[in-house]
């Protein structure tokens, strides 16, 4: 069991609308880093947020979008619903200071666009 | 970040030892080896991280070669639930690197723990 946690587990939504999934990070940890998994692939980075900014994006449209709160929750927002935006959403919170620490991940919210 | 290049797949007796290879030749030299398992769409759970020496923690050790350039994850008694895909990643350092600290997963290994 991490600390993490993530809201809503799961999700249907209809293509062109908008999503918004929530994270809660670890005690201690001041960084939430989103990450998308489809079906049988290994999770990919969407982007990292560090003292309530952006610092560092993979390879993701700007309809994913994001914002993390002073007290380092985070949410994460998909505009314009495409159907291949079906996958678990997965969230991690780490310590961007001090020594050398893993991430501890939250169990994922799975959304659906139909 | 480094590759990572990991056998699709491992079988391995309940009881048994289940040693799994990970290659990252083109390591830095402020890289870490990090190890996840993800159990059938749960969250990843963390496994273990090294820079240069072993480690050992309570779920596993981690075997890193003198040149760096290829590890081993050991669980030492696999058990039924250790089934999951296993991922090596090579990662920056959180604190201090040229990079923010984002894991690059790749396909992993399917190990499957027979009775």
């Known amino acids: 069991e991490t600390g993490v946690t993530q809201s809503p587990t799961h999700l249907i939504k209809t293509r062109g609308q908008q999503v918004t999934l929530r994270c809660s990070s670890q005690?201690?940890?001041?960084?939430v880093s989103w990450y998308q998994q489809a079906l049988g692939q290994g999770p990919q980075f969407i982007f990292q947020?560090?003292?309530?900014?952006?610092?560092g994006r993979g390879n993701f449209p700007p309809r994913f979008s994001g914002l993390q709160f002073p007290n380092y929750s985070s949410e994460l927002n998909v505009n314009a619903l495409e159907l291949d935006d079906s996958a678990l959403y997965l969230c991690?919170?780490?310590?961007?200071?001090?020594?050398?620490?893993?991430?501890?991940f939250g169990q994922g919210t799975r959304l659906t666009v139909v | 970040d480094a590759k990572t290049t990991q056998p699709p797949s491992m079988d391995c007796a309940e009881g048994r030892a289940a040693n799994l290879p990970c290659n990252h030749s083109?390591?830095?030299?402020?890289?870490?080896v990090y190890w996840y398992r993800q159990i059938h769409s749960q969250g990843p759970q963390y496994i273990i991280h090294?820079?240069?020496n072993n480690e050992t923690n309570e779920m596993a050790s981690l075997i890193i070669t003198e040149d760096r350039k290829s590890s081993t994850l050991i669980l030492p008694h696999a058990t039924l639930r250790d089934t999951a895909v296993y991922y090596c990643?090579?990662?920056?350092?959180?604190?201090?690197?040229?990079?923010?600290?984002?894991?690059?997963f790749g396909q992993g290994t399917i190990l499957t723990v027979h009775p």
């Open positions: 991690a919170s780490s310590r961007m200071t001090g020594p050398e620490t893993e991430a501890f």
């Open positions: 005690s201690g940890h001041n960084t």
């Open positions: 947020y560090y003292r309530e900014e952006e610092n």
């Open positions: 083109t390591i830095s030299g402020n890289e870490y």
């Open positions: 090294g820079l240069k």
């Open positions: 990643i090579v990662k920056a350092p959180n604190a201090g690197g040229t990079s923010y600290g984002k894991l690059t």
